[in-house]
């Protein structure tokens, strides 16, 4: 083994900050770089503000949802759900480990052909499929989850059409104990109308029903009203086999679970409040064995997490612009980046920590952005040491929505980095230039020319 190179010993003087107000130490730690990449390089390499994608984390956080539900169901698939970060690159560290495409438009079809998923392996969600997309679904034998009765009655339009029988799953909605209940998207459980979809599926004869799907509802944080989900759509499967004699060969559970972000007002940090995947894999899995269906006939089961999936992989970096006192005196320090890039900001008030050292020196804070709209806020209260201009922070777990969710407004989009599991950084979006985003206008003759 190679002698390792002596360093000196060193003294650091330690930062306690001040209590905040449960009495406990607020915490404070300059985050200086990422898998081993230092941020200022970063930034003085790709920009001001910068998103960066951690490609290890993305797999490491995969590798262990796929480990806490196979060790406890034998069939398990999930698909990658492209809404939630749809970066090609994003997506294809996603397909690597092995994962199906999740979609809910034509434009994300799309994306997902283009970046190699066979079409048997993307399932197809949303209220909204025109008929050249379904065209595209049916030809590439995708899955189709019908969310409406007049969806199901144009595919059998087009099964006719085609000469095909597509592949399709119903979406329900149901009343799990959670309120307001998603009851949007889907036939209703409890009315009667996801039978009846599935009865007018099998009667047709034009359609294979091969599944059925449920989408809860987001940022979950109960456990057992997903187990309540499994019950059922396992009842709806039963009825099928039994009544139908048609075989529901999976049950899709959709996503909603939480990542470790703190929601907006919430008492305690979303750290220590939100289930851990091992726990909803458990009530999940045991849901399903209890079905009653024969070991042989157990569903394949489907998931389409994506926010607790991606959102610790993902951080933003960005640069102190100025300080100032509010009328109230309160100090406002602000960023170069806004709710036009960070959307989730209106959400979760995330972690933001210096990128340099810094004195132990702590005040309440608001940080805004540096757009000229009152409620570019990206925290409207934060205790962080006392930041100025040129300083740079990290923000952290925001690789969920924020890149699909984005805005052009005011300023325009930034760089996009991932760093790989060897620790090298990739550019997977290019920042946004005054030419790109006038490329799509077009000038009537009679504006060409004016005088002032």
């Known amino acids: 083994m190679q002698k390792l190179k002596y360093e000196s010993p060193a003294i650091q003087k330690m930062n306690a900050g001040l209590m905040n107000k449960y009495g406990s130490r607020t915490e404070y730690e300059p985050v200086k770089q990422i898998d081993g990449v230092a941020v200022k390089d970063l930034i003085a390499q790709y920009g001001s503000p910068l998103f960066v994608i951690s490609e290890r984390t993305i797999r490491r956080t ?20 492209y809404k939630t970060n749809y970066i090609n690159a994003v997506c294809k560290v996603f397909h690597q480990e092995g994962s199906w495409a999740e979609v809910v438009s034509g434009f994300e079809y799309r994306k997902a052909l283009g970046n190699g998923v066979p079409g048997n392996k993307i399932i197809f969600n949303g209220p909204e499929k025109t008929n050249e997309e379904l065209k595209l679904a049916i030809n590439n034998d995708s899955l189709i989850h019908i969310d409406h009765f007049e969806e199901l009655y144009q595919l059998i339009d087009l099964s006719d059409e085609l000469g095909k029988k597509p592949r399709v799953a119903i979406r329900v909605n149901m009343d799990t104990g959670i309120y307001p209940m998603w009851d949007r998207f889907g036939f209703n459980y409890e009315n009667g109308q996801a039978w009846s979809a599935i ?57 909603g679970l939480p ?52 959102d610790d992989a993902g951080y933003l970096l960005g640069s102190v612009l100025a300080n100032k006192r509010l009328s109230d005196g309160r100090r406002a320090t602000i960023m ?11 959400w979760y008030e995330h972690k933001i920590s210096p990128a340099q050292d810094f004195t132990h020196h702590t005040e309440d804070m608001v940080l805004y952005g540096p757009l000229c709209m009152n409620i570019d806020v990206v925290r409207q209260s934060v205790n962080l040491p006392l930041l100025n201009r040129g300083d740079q922070v990290v923000v952290h777990k925001v690789g969920a929505y924020n890149m699909t969710q984005w805005m052009q407004f005011i300023q325009m989009r930034p760089n996009v980095v991932m760093i790989d599991e060897k620790g090298n950084t990739h550019l997977i979006r290019e920042a946004e230039t005054l030419e790109y985003i006038e490329q799509m206008e077009k000038m009537p003759d009679h504006l060409q020319h004016f005088s002032l």
């Open 199 to 255: 009865q007018k599926i099998v009667a047709s004869g034009k359609l294979q029903l091969t599944g059925l799907h449920c989408h809860i509802g987001t940022f979950m944080l109960s456990t057992d009203a997903y187990a309540i989900a499994v019950k059922k759509l396992g009842d709806l499967a039963m009825n099928a086999k039994t009544q139908l004699n048609t075989q529901i060969q999976y049950l899709d559970l959709g996503g």
């Open 336 to 346: 170069d980046f806004g709710v036009n890039i960070l959307f989730t900001s209106f």
């Open 259 to 310: 990542s470790a972000n703190t929601l907006r007002g919430a008492y305690l940090p979303g750290s220590d409040t939100i289930p851990s995947v091992d726990e909803f894999a458990e009530a999940i899995t045991n849901a399903l064995l209890q079905l009653g269906f024969s070991s042989n006939e157990l569903p394949l089961l489907i998931l389409e997490s994506g926010r607790a999936l991606i």
């Open 62 to 81: 995969y590798q262990n949802a796929v480990r806490a539900f196979k060790t406890r169901y034998p069939k398990v698939q999930f698909a990658w759900s």
